[in-house]
């Protein structure tokens, strides 16, 4: 099993940035992926950003089009802690963020964190 417990959400004005984290407790050297999905108010929830764990030349990312160059996705393994740097949100960025893993048997999900930018 593994515990994700996300923090750092809360109101970011335009040109501001804001960095959520993803602490990972529990079976996480079973994790092959972490990322970050949003879920906006009578939305779907959606990828936001993907890091999967690569070979010696390191970690794959992957980003939804919409907050490539703006947003970074990263991870301090001896922190067990995935991180999100968001810079320059857009109101349309609103949103509750969830903190995702997968250890190839299941997901697992955190428990959102809110992030509301203001124009």
């Known amino acids: 099993q593994v515990q994700l417990v996300e923090s750092g959400g809360g109101l970011v004005q335009a040109g501001g940035s804001l960095r959520l984290s993803c602490a990972a407790s529990g079976s996480i050297l079973s994790i092959y992926a972490m990322g970050w999905y949003r879920q906006a108010p009578g939305k779907q929830r959606e990828l936001v950003a993907l890091?999967?764990?690569?070979?010696?030349?390191?970690?794959?990312?992957n980003y939804t089009d919409s907050v490539k160059g703006r947003f970074t996705v990263s991870k301090d393994n001896a922190k067990n802690t995935l991180y999100l740097r968001m810079d320059s949100p857009k109101p349309d960025n609103t949103a509750v963020y969830y903190c995702?893993?997968?250890?190839?048997?299941?997901?697992?999900w955190g428990q959102g964190t809110q992030v509301t930018a203001s124009s």
């Open positions: 890091i999967t764990t690569g070979d010696h030349r390191g970690d794959n990312t």
């Open positions: 995702y893993a997968d250890d190839s048997n299941q997901d697992y």
